[in-house]
């Protein structure tokens, strides 16, 4: 099935709030229980003088969770889109754990452009990670640019996305698995996500054609990829 891509920011009220509601919890528990896998077989710890920035945050999901598993560290959420970054805002001042959040806040910023604020950049990043951000970005070099540009040497990588299906039955068929648990407008924001995602090949291919040998990408299960190490 070849790539079409999405539109890169979710700016829609409706789109925003479709995909604040839903519950993905399971899947954003998994992503964060293999970030720590990660860092342990790596030995790594993450403590005060670190920093660990979500890319593409959306409604924080995945941002709060990482605030509340790593609480001794500054964790900043980032995402392009203003109505995001509104509902992400929102959904930590009314969490039940906010008193754990103390470490966490958000940017509004295109992350072509994150690399001009310096005021992200007075701690050098420990872990860069996003969720479902890749699809969103036209063109591949826009986001590995992005992620060389935070990095230091140290800084470790952990980026999970969708995988292109084969053909476009079986992207139907995963369409019509997910309206049995979302509505309309997620339904069809994941079927359109599906299509602008990249085929393991392509993003391997890209690590291997632009010399960032020290990045693997791997196969999570049939639906998902990650890629991670550094850059």
């Known amino acids: ?6 539109p890169e920011l979710m700016e829609e009220k409706e789109q925003v709030i479709s995909y604040d509601a839903a519950d993905f919890s399971e899947g954003e528990v998994n992503f964060i229980n293999q970030i720590n896998h990660y860092l342990l077989r790596k030995n790594i710890s993450l403590g005060e003088k670190d920093l660990i920035v979500d890319l593409g945050c959306g409604p924080g999901n995945i941002s709060e969770k990482l ?29 039940t754990n906010q008193k754990k959040l103390k470490n966490l806040r958000y940017i509004c910023s295109d992350i072509k452009d994150i690399k001009s604020n310096n005021f992200l950049l007075k701690k050098r990043i420990s872990l860069l990670v996003s969720n479902s951000l890749i699809h969103h970005i ?8 992005t992620i060389k540009s935070l990095s230091c040497n140290d800084t470790i990588n952990f980026h999970k996305d969708l995988k292109r ?60 990829l990650i890629v991670y190490g550094n850059v």
């Open 1 to 6: 099935m070849e790539r079409v891509p999405e």
């Open 165 to 224: 299906p084969l053909d476009e039955k079986s992207a139907l068929e995963l369409k019509a698995q997910c309206s049995t648990k979302y509505n309309d407008i997620l339904t069809n924001d994941y079927f359109a996500s599906l299509k602008a995602s990249y085929t393991f090949k392509e993003l391997k291919n890209f690590t291997l054609e632009n010399d960032l040998l020290s990045l693997d990408v791997f196969e999570d299960g049939d639906k998902y």
């Open 67 to 95: 605030a509340i598993k790593w609480p001794n560290t500054e964790v900043v959420g980032i995402d392009g889109s203003k109505e995001m970054i509104l509902r992400a805002e929102y959904n930590k001042n009314i969490s």
């Open 138 to 145: 036209t063109n591949l070099k826009d986001f590995f640019n």
